[in-house]
């Protein structure tokens, strides 16, 4: 078992930025790729970002490649989504998940484990 905590949402105005991290706790999660996906409202849930279990390899959906950046610190088993320039766009809750495969996988039913999300609310 894995269990995932995700932090650092709130309300930002467009144009600015949030970091949020990704806690995971239980069996190894050093050895695991991690992806942040998020859901808006009446929308389905979609892929954000992935990062392999290293932080060698990354992995962008187009919509935020160039604003967002993914990264990991394994010593503190803690996963980070930095988002810059934000847009309206970008409200949604964001949840992180881990899973076996690549950072190219990005069928959500690969990942077994899921937070309960953090809410991004990015105001004009």
């Known amino acids: 078992q894995v269990q995932l905590v995700e932090s650092g949402g709130g309300l930002v105005q467009a144009g600015g930025s949030l970091r949020l991290s990704c806690v995971g706790s239980g069996r190894t999660f050093s050895n695991d790729r991690v992806a942040w996906f998020r859901q808006a409202p009446g929308k389905e849930r979609e892929f954000v970002a992935a990062i392999s279990w290293s932080g060698y390899s990354t992995h962008y959906a187009d919509s935020v490649k160039g604003r967002f950046t993914t990264s990991r610190d394994n010593a503190k088993s803690t996963v980070y989504l930095q988002m810059n320039s934000l847009k309206l766009e970008d409200t949604a809750v964001y949840h992180c998940?881990?899973?076996?495969?690549?950072?190219?996988?990005?069928?959500?039913?690969?990942?077994?484990?899921w937070g309960q999300g953090t809410q991004v609310t990015v105001s004009p």
């Open positions: 998940a881990v899973g076996p495969g690549g950072v190219r996988d990005t069928d959500q039913g690969d990942f077994a484990y």
